[in-house]
């Protein structure tokens, strides 16, 4: 088997290299060539429409293979460079204005051809994220059953989801032939999957719900591919159809709240729907105007409600612990009620049989249905499982994306945030080890103790666990798909990872003891006060002035400039250290908030380390002894990276230090304010947070929004623009690296022409004139420019190369050059030639 290189998704593969060589702008290209080779369907056609086309090699193929006069018509959301006879233009294939457009380009013509390549990026809705291929396929068929002549084609990429038999079931009902199929190019790690629909059928009119991700993936509970059921069945959809007009295809979905009382899925309700409505109707729906009346259903709920997607983590468990108590009052709970639904019918033996049994021996019986379809559901999830096990065996499949498919619940409806589906993703093993694990058994024996009602419900630890499964399984797709996220992550869990590693050594700081210089003169004031000996153990790390380095470059900027004060201020500073405050200092059990903290440290470490000895911080490695003193080392140069500021080039870098902080550093050091203000300012409501047992995902969503926003100075700001402006400007390091070499070469070269002009001069047996004739050669030798060394260009392909990577037959300096250089060199050579 050949090696393939594995960079990115192993993808300097062979199609990878083909599409360079030939000039496709994707290696997607061999994908639609294969696919055409097998079906055929792009010789025979004049009028093409490739949705999500960017960067556009299915449109260059169709170029290549159409007939000349055909219309070829690309859209994207992103931009398409210009492709010989296509039109290309950017929108998003879900708008009207996209539908709208197409039909400008195609005027009253009919597509031959519809194809469709969509795959949606990653967003910040991670609710709705796991939808969204199905429903960017189902749109794409929509426009294709607008442009779509009768017998046409439909080619779409699918993912193999849970969504892909129901995909399948509606493209059959409107093509006479549907095939899946997997050309080479299609990496088999990957879940996609091409269908190929052909002769359209062309109904006169389509019922809008084949076209509607709510009937096509949320109804059909259980689709049955290629069966006769070609007729929808109202009784079975009508449940969640109310609000929809026949040919409605507004994208807002409704559905009254006593319907997700009801539903055994919640959460995938609330993943679909827009809104959830109180509003009775005519026909009066009992149940719901029972819940407008409970006092569970408070106006919070109701705002909750009333737009679902805006709603965030929080909100949504808002709303699922009321469901659970709602349905507690209705009376259709969990295990334990039908315990007690049991245990009520044992005595009703011996009762008369009241209405009340009568509802009682009811929900027996339901739930005794409801258990033999769980167990059927069940044995289906084993066969499922291992049908999973064996692709996975066959590469088909990796263990990611079998995290993309959501499969039903237990309850045979189709669940977006199925435990198992998280479990596969190793989000509970996660949950697990984190923190959950840790905090909630504690906190349950709490509550176990004082407060009956608030029990843990296993139906809600579940829902619990699937929310905070899901959460881990987004963050994981996210820092797959972003860049900045990721490195934003390793910050914090390298930071996370300093702070852990100082307390371990906290205990252990023997070493740091026997440095200890001035354990004798502390011990008058041992218990009085004790002091902090700042001792700095790199000789190199302060500068001239008596600051730090880092302090001194932070100093250094421009802002700072002309303010007089500042290296008084700071070498006070340095030499208040004794008194200092300590910014870490949190065992007084109200601190300063976090980001108070931050800036404060940025300016603080800039000034002076202020430490008491009782609270090392993870900044420095210091250690108190047990006289009370305190040696704090700071950091050699090359350690400078592992703290808070970055740095860049062996300086902090500005561009991450914020304005905040360098308003407060400003403000401290034109004596605005004072370090006692900075850390007055620092008590606020965002530094009592109890975070002990809040789950990670409520965390980052406090962190990220629910903080202290510090005014920064004009100046401040202006100062950072300045700097960023400044590191823009700068050249890439190579570029400055070759202009060093120059320069250097240069000045070689001048000292070696002074030397050899000494020489001449001092020479004895020439004229004047002769010395200055030679002097003047060795200076035209030394202008002129060496001619270049001749480069052989070589196309060297895979196997062509020797063991040290050299390709076959070369010598000498050689060049690898893509097929597009060769035919460009190529094409120079036979212009001069036609020239000459
Ligand atoms: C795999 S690429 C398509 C590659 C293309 N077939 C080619 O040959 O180069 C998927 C494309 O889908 C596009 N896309 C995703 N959602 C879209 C939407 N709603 N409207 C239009 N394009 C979309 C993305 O911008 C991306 O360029």
């Given at each position: 088997?050949?090696?393939?290189?594995?960079?990115?998704?192993?993808?300097?593969?062979?199609?990878?290299?083909?599409?360079?060589?030939?000039?496709?702008?994707?290696?997607?290209?061999?994908?639609?060539?294969?696919?055409?080779?097998?079906?055929?369907?792009?010789?025979?056609?004049?009028?093409?429409?490739?949705?999500?086309?960017?960067?556009?090699?299915?449109?260059?193929?169709?170029?290549?293979?159409?007939?000349?006069?055909?219309?070829?018509?690309?859209?994207?959301?992103?931009?398409?460079?210009?492709?010989?006879?296509?039109?290309?233009?950017?929108?998003?294939?879900?708008?009207?204005?996209?539908?709208?457009?197409?039909?400008?380009?195609?005027?009253?013509?009919?597509?031959?051809?519809?194809?469709?390549?969509?795959?949606?990026?990653?967003?910040?809705a991670w609710v709705q994220d796991a939808f969204s291929q199905a429903e960017l396929v189902l749109q794409s068929m929509r426009l294709a059953t607008e442009f779509l002549r009768e017998g046409g084609t439909f080619v779409t990429k699918v993912f193999r989801s849970k969504d892909y038999n129901s995909l399948l079931w509606v493209f059959n009902q409107l093509f006479t032939k549907v095939e899946a199929t997997k050309p080479p190019s299609s990496r088999n790690v990957s879940a996609e999957i091409f269908v190929v629909c052909r002769g359209y059928k062309a109904p006169k009119r389509i019922d809008p719900k084949f076209l509607d991700p709510r009937s096509v993936f949320a109804e059909l509970a259980d689709p049955t591919p290629n069966n006769e059921a070609k007729v929808f069945n109202p009784e079975k959809k009508k449940r969640k159809r109310d609000g929809y007009e026949e040919g409605d295809y507004i994208q807002f979905k409704e559905a009254p709240a006593s319907e997700f009382i009801q539903t055994t899925d919640p959460i995938a309700m609330l993943g679909s729907l827009n809104k959830l409505s109180f509003e009775q109707k005519p026909n009066g729906d009992i149940a719901l105007a029972t819940l407008n009346k409970l006092p569970e259903t408070t106006q919070e709920i109701r705002n909750c409600c009333a737009d679902l997607k805006v709603l965030g983590r929080k909100e949504f468990r808002i709303l699922l612990r009321w469901r659970l108590k709602v349905r507690d009052i209705f009376g259709f709970s969990s295990k334990k009620k039908a315990e007690e639904a049991a245990a009520g019918e044992e005595v009703a033996e011996i009762e008369p049989m009241d209405e009340e049994m009568q509802i009682q021996e009811e929900m027996q019986k339901l739930q005794d249905k409801d258990n033999t379809r769980k167990k059927k559901d069940r044995r289906k999830e084993n066969e499922r499982k291992q049908k999973e096990i064996v692709r996975m065996q066959m590469h088909m499949t990796t263990p990611m994306e079998i995290g993309m498919e959501q499969e039903g619940g237990p309850d045979g409806q189709s669940s977006m945030f199925n435990l198992k589906t998280a479990d596969k993703a190793g989000g509970l093993s996660q949950i697990a080890r984190g923190k959950m694990h840790l905090v909630v058994p504690e906190r349950k024996l709490e509550e176990e103790s004082t407060d009956e009602e608030e029990e843990s419900d296993p139906e809600e630890d579940a829902l619990e666990r699937e929310l905070d499964g899901m959460y881990e399984q987004y963050q994981e797709r996210k820092s797959e798909a972003d860049a900045k996220y990721r490195a934003k992550k390793a910050r914090k869990e390298h930071a996370d990872e300093e702070f852990h590693g100082f307390s371990d050594k906290e205990g252990s700081s023997d070493e740091e003891v026997v440095e200890d210089q001035g354990s004798n003169e502390s011990s008058d004031d041992e218990e009085s006060q004790p002091r902090s000996l700042v001792t700095d153990l790199d000789t190199g790390g302060r500068a001239a002035n008596g600051l730090t380095k880092r302090a001194a470059q932070f100093f250094d900027q421009d802002i700072f400039k002309g303010i007089d004060g500042v290296d008084i201020d700071l070498e006070e500073e340095a030499a208040d250290a004794d008194s200092g405050i300590d910014i870490n200092d949190d065992t007084s059990g109200s601190s300063p908030d976090r980001s108070t903290k931050a800036a404060i440290k940025q300016t603080a470490k800039a000034t002076k380390s202020l430490k008491p000895p009782a609270t090392p911080t993870a900044d420095d490695d210091s250690s108190a002894d047990e006289a009370g003193f305190e040696v704090v080392r700071t950091k050699p140069d090359s350690q400078w990276e592992e703290q808070d500021v970055p740095i860049r080039d062996g300086r902090p870098d500005i561009s991450i230090i914020t304005a905040e902080a360098m308003t407060l550093a400003h403000q401290l050091a034109t004596g605005e304010k004072t370090k006692h203000d900075l850390l007055d300012d620092g008590f606020t409501k965002y530094a009592l947070r109890d975070v002990d047992g809040l789950p990670d995902w409520f965390l980052d969503d406090e962190n990220r929004h629910s903080r202290?926003?510090?005014?920064?100075?004009?100046?401040?700001?202006?100062?950072?623009?300045?700097?960023?402006?400044?590191?823009?400007?700068?050249?890439?390091?190579?570029?400055?690296?070759?202009?060093?070499?120059?320069?250097?070469?240069?000045?070689?070269?001048?000292?070696?022409?002074?030397r050899k002009s000494a020489v001449l001069v001092d020479e004895e047996g020439m004229t004047e004139k002769d010395k200055a004739s030679s002097i003047a050669k060795l200076m035209a030798k030394a202008a002129k420019k060496k001619p270049r060394k001749q480069v052989s260009v070589v196309v060297a392909r895979g196997g062509n190369r020797g063991i040290s990577g050299r390709p076959r037959g070369t010598k000498g300096k050689y060049k690898m050059v893509d097929a597009r250089l060769k035919k460009d060199v190529r094409a120079e050579k036979r212009l001069k030639k036609s020239r000459k």
């Open positions: 088997m050949a090696i393939q290189k594995k960079h990115g998704k192993g993808r300097l593969d062979k199609w990878y290299k083909l599409a360079k060589e030939k000039g496709y702008r994707a290696r997607a290209a061999f994908k639609l060539i294969q696919l055409n080779k097998k079906y055929n369907f792009l010789e025979k056609s004049k009028v093409l429409i490739d949705l999500c086309a960017a960067p556009g090699s299915w449109c260059q193929v169709a170029a290549e293979v159409m007939p000349p006069s055909s219309l070829i018509v690309g859209v994207d959301l992103a931009p398409i460079k210009p492709i010989p006879r296509c039109i290309t233009f950017q929108s998003d294939i879900t708008t009207d204005k996209c539908r709208a457009t197409l039909r400008q380009h195609l005027k009253t013509w009919k597509a031959d051809v519809v194809l469709h390549d969509g795959a949606p990026n990653v967003g910040t202290l926003q510090r005014p920064i100075t004009a100046a401040a700001a202006a100062a950072i623009k300045e700097k960023l402006r400044a590191l823009n400007a700068r050249p890439i390091k190579k570029v400055r690296e070759a202009k060093d070499r120059k320069k250097f070469k240069a000045a070689q070269r001048l000292e070696k022409l002074k």
